[in-house]
């Protein structure tokens, strides 16, 4: 089974899911390609940056951002003895994995690329576009992603923030097939991680992206040996949820969660 990754260039949040995977699965699927877009895609820098900043705060936004600078300058460099990397792009040097970096995953020239390479199934983790239909039947398999939280109920975008604002004492990790419609489309696994007392927004997206690369592999075996159980998710029972405003931040801070 050849499958195709579309992501995102994100070494603070994305690469854990890959350098989870890679390692301990890298050898079991064969990885055809990992197609990487903009970080957060066409999302306008001021408007990221402003809201990175009210949810970090100057402090934490500074870390992340010296995190981020630190990243991008070890992954020019050769890859380290213990075989971590700074980045996806480094993180395929060292295992071997073709890597292209993508403009927009729905752009004619994609598509072309995506027919003549002709992967069994596309594996979409966090990429930014919403992947248009002609892409989303390109693959004989079909497309998955995962979702950190539990479908439908916490659809669109920052699903932990609204999962720890909300009160959960876990969060939900879906794995399902894709749709026209964001976020919808059947579910191939539903599972949950506990949120530890006093844990972070940015330790526990950091912690559920490497469980997750566990769960991807548990349903990529079942795809790939027609054993999947599909279940139908009641969209009547959904809510939508997008980046959080600033009052809504405060009030996350007033529950007494902290970002960083």
């Known amino acids: 089974m050849k499958i195709e990754f579309l992501t995102q260039d994100d070494s603070n949040y994305i690469l854990p899911f890959f350098d989870e995977f890679v390692r301990h699965y890298g ?4 990885i055809q390609r990992v197609s990487c877009c903009r970080a957060m895609g066409k999302r306008p820098r001021a408007k990221l940056f402003r809201e990175l900043l009210w949810l970090y705060g100057a402090y934490g936004f500074l870390h992340l951002a010296t995190r981020s600078v630190f990243a991008r300058l070890m992954a020019k460099l050769p890859a380290p003895d213990n075989g971590r990397a700074h980045s996806i792009a480094q993180l395929c040097r060292v295992h071997g994995i073709r890597y292209e970096e993508v403009k927009d ?5 994609f598509l072309a690329g995506l027919k003549e390479r002709a992967p069994d199934l ?5 990429c930014p576009y919403i992947l248009k239909d002609a892409v989303l039947r390109s693959a004989p398999l079909g497309c998955i992603n995962i979702h950190n939280a539990p479908l439908p109920k916490y659809k669109g975008m920052m699903p932990v923030f609204w999962q720890m604002y909300h009160g ?4 939900g990790i879906t794995i399902h097939y894709m749709a026209a419609k964001v976020d919808e489309g059947d579910a191939i696994l539903q599972d949950e991680l506990e949120i530890k007392a006093g844990e972070s927004l940015d330790g526990l997206i950091r912690r559920s992206k490497r469980y997750g690369a566990h769960c991807m592999a548990k349903v990529l ?10 279940v139908h998710l009641d969209q009547a029972e959904s809510t939508y949820f997008t980046f959080p405003t600033r009052e809504q931040i405060q009030t996350f801070r007033n529950r007494g969660f902290r970002a960083i």
């Open 27 to 30: 050898t079991e699927f064969r």
């Open 105 to 109: 995953p729905n752009s004619a020239g």
């Open 122 to 126: 596309i594996v979409s983790v966090a």
């Open 168 to 171: 959960e004492s876990k969060i």
């Open 221 to 230: 075996r079942e795809v790939g040996s027609n054993k999947a159980q599909v």
